[in-house]
């Protein structure tokens, strides 16, 4: 049933994307494509008309249903026939209305993914966010280089005439452009000196005051391009994770024509997805970066350094397990247990592989007092035990790969739990 839906869907939005013609926007990476897919949205919409995918759906079946425009959540077979008839309606009804562009995000789990996507939805912008030393789902890849070829393929699709956004700051990504063609436009951002769309001066201000809640938190730096500078500063973003997204959002919107002034004013409405280092108040005065959606190493360490940041709050982690990591689980639970028992104040690790975090930062000489360990079955005990715990101003960050469900021990420290469904991920969840 599934592979005959696959085949429907794919070919109605093959025929929808050869009468309407938009441009393309794809992303890919290991790490932060939602949150690059959304500030392209948000930017590009002050010019264009535009549509971007539907929540995370990302994969032989969520991407046809983003071009057709489907709304997200788990679908009954009546509801997915809706699609498919909303699409055959779209195709031979024209609808005048239809976006310019696309944004789509382009998920790997397995060799030959992104193939089978680009078969459906050709690129004329691609973008590769990060990769990473030791990248989400290499388990399911028999090497690293296999997963980075995969990702290549995103690139390999282009037409002559195609742009590529990469970030420089990933050696991976950055030599990807060696592969390819002499008639591809290449733009490259990130804080590195070499990047063509370059950040600067990054910092987090408001943080002056750790008990008043009403404080508006944001994140500022300067965006470089072409010899001009101009400045960015977003309430309620925290972390270098979301500056690469806006990098990545400015370098397609320079693409496209848009200049350097109609970027800084038009980002400044991004808001960032549910659960990616997502700022929330917390009780007993506490504030909380909810960055429960996924995790991964690169990710992981990332926003460790974002609540590095906080010097004068107390710093508290809640790790969960990091999964598909395959040989280099390990490896990579021990480093974020470094990372983490050099930062924080207080450490909370979750699953059967945060074991590993835990026992890393017993070893480095963290207080065993102020360390605590739950399997992967207590969740929801690891968030009713934390609540015990908190002080107020406290700067909590959560984090962990989605079937951890870590937006769970979210729900029991906010403040405002009756906008769980608003402000957090995966509440259209049965047992959410």
Not at 265 to 290: A, C, M, N, Q, V
Not at 321 to 343: F, P, S
């Amino acid at each position: 049933m599934k592979l005959f839906l696959q085949f429907i869907l794919k070919y109605i939005s093959k025929f929808i994307l050869w009468r309407y013609a938009p441009v393309i926007i794809a992303i890919t990476g290991s790490v932060g494509k939602t949150s690059a897919r959304d500030a392209v949205f948000t930017l590009i919409l002050k010019r264009f008309m535009v549509r971007k995918s539907v929540k995370n759906y990302n994969n032989e079946i969520g991407v046809p249903m983003s071009v057709i425009g489907s709304g997200g959540g788990k679908l009954t077979i009546f509801e997915y026939l809706n699609v498919i008839f909303s699409g055959i309606f779209l195709f031979f009804w024209k609808n005048n209305n239809f976006p310019r562009f696309l944004v789509l995000e382009m998920g790997v789990d397995k060799q030959g993914d992104i193939k089978n996507l680009t078969d459906i939805v050709r690129p004329n912008i691609s973008v590769v966010t990060a990769i990473g030393e030791m990248p989400a789902h290499i388990e399911f890849f028999p090497e690293r280089d296999a997963l980075i070829e995969e990702k290549m393929q995103l690139l390999m699709a282009l037409p002559e005439n195609g742009v590529a956004v990469l970030n420089y700051d990933d050696l991976s990504v950055r030599d990807m452009r060696y592969s390819l063609s002499e008639n591809i436009s290449i733009l490259t951002y990130g804080f590195g000196s070499g990047a063509v769309v370059k950040g600067d001066n990054y910092a987090i201000g408001g943080i002056e005051d750790k008990n008043n809640l009403d404080t508006n938190l944001y994140m500022s730096f300067k965006i470089a391009y072409n010899g001009s500078t101009v400045p960015v500063r977003i309430c309620g973003l925290l972390g270098y994770s979301q500056a690469y997204a806006v990098l990545a959002a400015a370098s397609i919107a320079i693409a496209l024509g848009m200049n350097l002034l109609e970027i800084t004013e038009g980002i400044g409405d991004y808001i960032s997805p549910p659960g990616r280092t997502k700022l929330l108040k917390g009780i007993k005065k506490s504030w909380i970066i909810d960055d429960s959606y996924n995790s991964s190493p690169l990710a992981a360490i990332s926003a460790i350094e974002t609540l590095a940041i906080f010097k004068d709050y107390r710093k508290i982690a809640i790790l969960g397990d990091m999964l598909e990591l395959g040989e280099y689980t390990e490896k990579a639970h021990c480093n974020l247990g470094v990372k983490a028992a050099e930062v924080c104040d207080f450490i909370i690790a979750v699953g059967l592989r945060a074991k590993f975090i835990y026992d890393e930062a017993l070893s480095r000489g963290f207080n065993k007092e102020n360390i605590f360990y739950f399997d992967q079955h207590q969740v929801e005990e690891a968030g009713k035990f934390l609540q015990k715990k908190i002080n107020s101003g406290d700067m909590i960050l959560i984090k962990g790969s989605q079937e951890m469900r870590m937006e769970k021990i979210v729900k029991e420290i906010m403040a405002e739990p009756e906008k769980a469904k608003e402000l957090l991920v995966r509440q259209d969840y049965k047992d959410a």
